[in-house]
C-alpha cells in the first residue's frame, strides 16, 4: 500500500511564495511519474506538473515559469515550488501519482492524497 501525504499550502498574498511537498511512503521499488494536479473553487480537476524518471517535466501553460516540481531522485518526496503566486491559483491541489512500480507485485500503482488548500489573495 502506498500512501501520499501533502503539506505546505496556506494563505498568501498574490506574488508570494508557497512550496508544497509530498510524503510518499510504502513499499515500493520507484516512482516513475509523479505530479501536482489542483482543482480550483468551482472549476474541474486539472493537471499542474508532472515529473517523470526520465528527468522530463511538464507543466500546464498558466503555471509555466513560475511553478517548478521537483525530480523524482528523492525517492520518497516530490516537491512543488509555487512563485509569482496569483489569485486564479486558489485551488485545492493534490500530489498525484501515476506510476509507481510496487514491490510486492511489480505492477504500477496510481492515486493521490487527500489535498492541500492553497489561497492566494488579492
Known amino acids: 500500500q502506498v500512501q501520499l501525504v501533502e503539506s505546505g499550502g496556506g494563505l498568501v498574498q498574490a506574488g508570494g511564495s508557497l512550496r508544497l511537498s509530498c510524503a510518499v511512503s510504502?513499499?515500493?521499488?520507484?516512482?516513475?511519474?509523479m505530479g501536482w494536479d489542483r482543482q480550483g473553487p468551482g472549476k474541474k480537476r486539472e493537471l499542474v506538473a508532472r515529473?517523470?524518471?526520465?528527468?522530463?517535466?511538464n507543466y500546464v501553460d498558466s503555471v509555466k515559469g513560475r511553478f517548478t516540481i521537483s525530480n523524482l531522485n528523492a525517492k520518497n518526496a516530490v516537491y512543488l515550488e509555487m512563485n509569482s503566486l496569483k489569485p486564479e491559483d486558489t485551488a485545492v491541489y493534490y500530489c498525484t501519482a501515476d506510476r509507481i512500480l510496487l514491490e510486492s507485485s511489480g505492477t504500477t500503482w496510481a492515486g493521490w492524497g487527500q489535498g492541500t488548500q492553497v489561497t492566494v489573495s488579492s
Open positions: 515529473a517523470f524518471i526520465n528527468g522530463s517535466t
Open positions: 510504502g513499499r515500493f521499488l520507484s516512482i516513475n511519474e
